[in-house]
């Protein structure tokens, strides 16, 4: 199936009071339309980094490298347009009708002081603004459907604090999709949530991929959630994906020692002890030079430190940037 979604090399570079950083550093990854990516890593790795350049949103003075490949339709036709070069109103356009994103934390994006269905009309308002105010509210209340929200004209008048955590959750999304976007980015959408209702929301998330066509970045640290909604997994490390393939190929043969440390590491209901991976993420200011994994992995030799590996191939649609990949 052709990408929807196409990084090359896509970068994102922050400037330091000498020098930059790379939390986003050469990304390449694709995802066709209906698919879920799934995203894993330790907390700063660069997951919310590259979701955040995506979308045009990342901190003032950042800069942006490489490309970021949409399809996008336009009155019928299809073009493609490269997120990394897009800023303003262009990107503004974009957001919200073409590529959204979902959150941990909902109140991140709903306003407090806001009823729940005059937000979504908000954000349908934001591209539709010559619709006429009913059909605003039409769309609002079909957006809460979709999301599964019971009892959509009530809860449309409510504020969000008046919602429990998994509707506030369902309120984001229906927001996120009210305008149908192609591609949406949920970044940690069910970490703060208890289990029952964490699986509730991937079924959504699922069923919405599905219903729409929708492309998903889902962005996680627990790598039990990816098995339940990515076909696909990439496993970021230091701003660079290190580990990439079918989930459960690289859930069950991970190849890079990173991916299996993650492995290792996730709690396990069978009772098995979990063993943290030695050591912290680098410093993006201290990179050493070579494999950005090397001072953590029980498999580091002088081969991994003159250069950063490249991703080798374990098999056609599995790679791995470690130089114990034949
Ligand atoms: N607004 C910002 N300004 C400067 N540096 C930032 C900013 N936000 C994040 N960073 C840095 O970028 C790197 C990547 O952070 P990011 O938030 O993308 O990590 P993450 O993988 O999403 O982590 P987590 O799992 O904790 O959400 C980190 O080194 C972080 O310190
Ligand atoms: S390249 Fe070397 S240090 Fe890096 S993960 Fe592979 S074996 Fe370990
Ligand atoms: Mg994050």
Not at 96 to 101: F, L, P, T
Not at 293 to 310: I, N
Request: charged fraction near 25%; include cysteine.
């Amino acid at each position: 199936m052709a990408a929807l979604l196409e990084l090359q090399n896509f970068t994102v570079e922050l400037p330091r009071p000498v020098g930059s950083v790379r939390p986003v550093n050469e990304v390449s990854l694709d995802i066709a339309e209906g698919e879920a990516l799934g995203l894993v890593g330790e907390s700063g790795c660069g997951k919310t980094m590259l979701s955040l350049g995506l979308m045009g949103l990342e901190p003032h003075g950042a800069r942006r490298d490489g490309r970021a490949w949409l399809e996008i339709s336009r009155d019928g036709l299809a073009a493609r347009v490269n997120l990394a070069a897009m800023a303003g109103d262009g990107m503004r356009k974009l957001r919200g009708r073409e590529i959204a994103m979902i959150f941990q934390e909902p109140m991140t994006a709903l306003d407090p002081v806001m009823r729940i269905g005059a937000q979504i009309e908000e954000a349908i308002r934001v591209h539709e603004p010559h619709l006429p105010q009913a059909e605003i509210h039409r769309r609002a209340i079909e957006s809460l459907e979709l999301a599964s929200v019971p009892q959509p004209d009530v809860r449309a008048r409510q504020f969000p604090h008046q919602l429990s955590g998994g509707l506030r959750q369902r309120a984001m999304i229906a927001m996120a999709v009210a305008m149908r976007p192609r591609l949406l980015i949920a970044d940690e959408p069910t970490t703060a949530l208890d289990v029952t209702v964490q699986k509730q929301i991937i079924d959504l998330l699922l069923r919405l991929c599905k219903e729409l066509h929708l492309a998903l970045l889902f962005i996680t640290h627990d790598l039990g959630v990816v098995a339940q909604i990515a076909q696909r997994v990439a496993v970021m490390y230091a701003g660079r994906i290190v580990e990439m393939g079918p989930t459960l190929e690289v859930l069950a043969r991970p190849s890079h020692p990173y991916t299996a440390g993650l492995l290792r590491a996730a709690p396990r209901l069978e009772g098995k002890k979990f063993v943290p991976i030695p050591g912290a993420v680098p410093r993006l200011d201290d990179l050493p030079p070579g494999c950005a994994f090397a001072p953590r992995c029980e498999f580091h030799r002088c081969e991994c430190d003159p250069a950063v590996p490249d991703l080798r191939e374990v098999s056609p649609e599995h790679l791995a940037r470690c130089i114990l990949v034949p």
